[in-house]
């Protein structure tokens, strides 16, 4: 069984750009959630993905956005980077949109971005 | 969402009983409590969750007051590699997404 994997590790892009990260969730697990922890804080929820369709979001602007792929992975983008967006941002796979205590999120290594 | 209050820092010997707190004095009568820890510069790692009865898994006990306004983790035989930050999350069953906090800073000494 192989776990959630992300890619790149590490990313450095100046401000005004745009960069996407990449998710694989665990093997079987059909919904990724996306969280952006700051340097020194819990994770923030962004927004998540369920059979394609985006299904709940967190209070991010629009120039994040997001796609998953039939074969469940995803891809997080950020338009217009700001510095503020320096961040580790994790993906989290799991079985199903969370339900009652049914389903925990598993979460990747995460990509660390900076913006210069 | 239920706010949880964790001490911001803790320490325990390698090979006793970690025992990390948390009050949710606001929690509902359908809300989860969950246990993730993050150890330095990798994702968080689920431990446990549970509703109103103990839990006790490979990992962990959880133990819920019996009003649920507080819940303890337990890690029976802590070792340095527990050293990380502890979360404890309150989650509505509609809720969609994992709310943490600050979490608790688990130092775990030889």
């Known amino acids: 069984e192989t776990g959630v994997t992300q890619s790149p590790t590490h990313l450095i892009k100046t401000r005004g750009q745009q960069v996407t990260l990449r998710c694989s969730s665990q093997?079987?697990?059909?919904?990724v959630s996306w969280y952006q922890q700051a340097l020194g804080q819990g994770p923030q929820f962004i927004f998540q993905?369920?059979?394609?369709?985006?299904?709940g979001r967190g209070n991010f602007p629009p120039r994040f956005s997001g796609l998953q792929f039939p074969n469940y992975s995803s891809e997080l983008n950020v338009n217009a980077l700001e510095l503020d967006d320096s961040a580790l941002y994790l993906c989290?796979?799991?079985?199903?949109?969370?339900?009652?205590?049914?389903?925990?999120?598993?979460f990747g290594p995460g990509t660390r971005l900076t913006v210069l | 969402d239920a706010k949880t209050t964790q001490p911001t820092s803790m320490d325990c010997a390698e090979g006793r009983a970690a025992n990390l707190p948390c009050n949710h004095s606001?929690?509902?009568?359908?809300?989860?409590v969950y246990w993730y820890r993050q150890i330095h510069s990798q994702g968080p790692q689920y431990i446990i969750h549970?509703?109103?009865n103990n839990e006790t898994n490979e990992m962990a006990s959880l133990i819920i007051t019996e009003d649920r306004k507080s819940s303890t983790l337990i890690l029976p035989h802590a070792t340095l590699r527990d050293t990380a930050v502890y979360y404890c999350?309150?989650?509505?069953?509609?809720?969609?997404?994992?709310?943490f906090g600050s979490g608790t800073q688990l130092t775990v000494l030889p």
């Open positions: 993905y369920y059979r394609e369709e985006e299904n």
């Open positions: 999350i309150v989650r509505p069953p509609e809720s969609r997404q994992l709310t």
């Open positions: 606001t929690i509902s009568g359908n809300e989860y």
């Open positions: 989290a796979s799991s079985l199903g949109v969370l339900l009652a205590g049914d389903s925990e999120q598993f």
């Open positions: 549970g509703l109103k």
């Open positions: 093997s079987g697990h059909n919904t």
